[in-house]
């Protein structure tokens, strides 16, 4: 499950475990839980940082491509001292969460996202670099992006969207809800490029805030105790978990505590295939680049 996806294979996991634990009626410690956030946390600002280099190569502005990528090798290189991996980090466990992981190397690399935010924010405004070359580029109505069905950055750019992190208090983010600041959507967004952009840049804030709360909630290192063991475990469970690409839904049928019978992964996405035509259709040719890469769009995802 977590190698379906090399921006989301953490959610991807959460998602599995969470749907084992819907079986086995399990509830992981609150330690257990704010690790969780805390990684799904960094692999969401680590997807948002890659989309942001993405578009900003397909923009011909490859200096904001190589910060991307070299503010990403700081959060990459304190992942590797944490958990013995650059990705794949195996965290969520059913019942809870891998133990021999040193959450402090986190803290250096999640200020120095944080600090970089301001930076990002210039970039995507209207007058900035990047917020010249998406402004009126690629626009999707907010009624197109309902009637298509999108999802994750793809419809945020062009209408308000619900976060089902804010209701997933199994997974933690309810025990800090006091120290979490939301961004307001805008009622009417553009549409176009530029605001994706920007919806990408204040989610990039908020994963690094919510990151840096849970951080805060835990000890120098997880001591969290073992998961416990699955013990007559049988029967189908269903979990959802907001990912970097959008809502992931993972339904897990157990044939016994040891034993997956059936597993189904549904990422998001896979609407906007069927609706690219649409969206490309009237746009310059020395556009689609941008364009394409505004969406998020994952092929990894949809090859399941």
């Known amino acids: 499950m977590e190698r379906s996806c090399a921006l989301a294979g953490a959610a991807n996991r959460l998602a599995a475990v969470e749907a084992i634990e819907t079986v086995a009626k399990q509830t992981p410690s609150q330690t257990a839980q704010l690790a969780r956030v805390l990684f799904a946390e960094t692999e969401r600002l680590l997807a948002r940082l890659w989309y942001l280099g993405v578009c900003a190569r397909a923009a011909a502005l490859p200096g904001l491509s190589v910060q991307a990528l070299d503010e990403r090798e700081t959060v990459f290189a304190a992942l590797d001292k944490a958990t013995g991996a650059r990705v794949f980090w195996s965290i969520a466990e059913p019942g809870g969460i891998r133990t021999d992981v040193e959450v402090h190397e986190l803290a250096t690399a999640l200020k120095q996202i944080e600090g970089g935010v301001a930076g990002w924010r210039s970039a995507v405004a209207r007058q900035g670099a990047l917020g010249r070359a998406g402004a009126g580029v690629g626009t999707i ?164």
């Open 141 to 304: 109505s907010a009624e197109r992006a309902e009637a298509l069905r999108l999802t994750g950055i793809a419809a945020a750019g062009s209408r308000a969207l619900a976060d089902l992190r804010r209701e997933q208090s199994a997974a933690g983010y309810s025990d800090l809800e006091s120290e979490i600041t939301w961004p307001e959507q805008p009622d009417q967004p553009a549409g176009d490029v530029a605001a994706r952009l920007s919806y990408a840049v204040e989610d990039l804030a908020t994963s690094a805030a919510i990151a840096q709360a849970a951080l805060a909630g835990l000890d120098d290192a997880v001591d969290a105790e073992p998961a416990p063991q699955l013990k007559g475990a049988a029967g189908e469970g269903t979990a959802r978990v907001e990912g970097p690409h959008g809502p992931v839904a993972v339904t897990v049928a157990l044939a016994d505590a040891e034993h997956v019978a059936r597993l189904r992964l549904e990422p998001p996405g896979a609407t906007l295939i069927p609706a690219l035509p649409e969206i490309l259709e009237g746009g310059q040719l020395a556009q689609a680049s941008l364009i394409l890469a505004s969406l998020d769009l994952c092929l990894e995802c949809l090859d399941q």
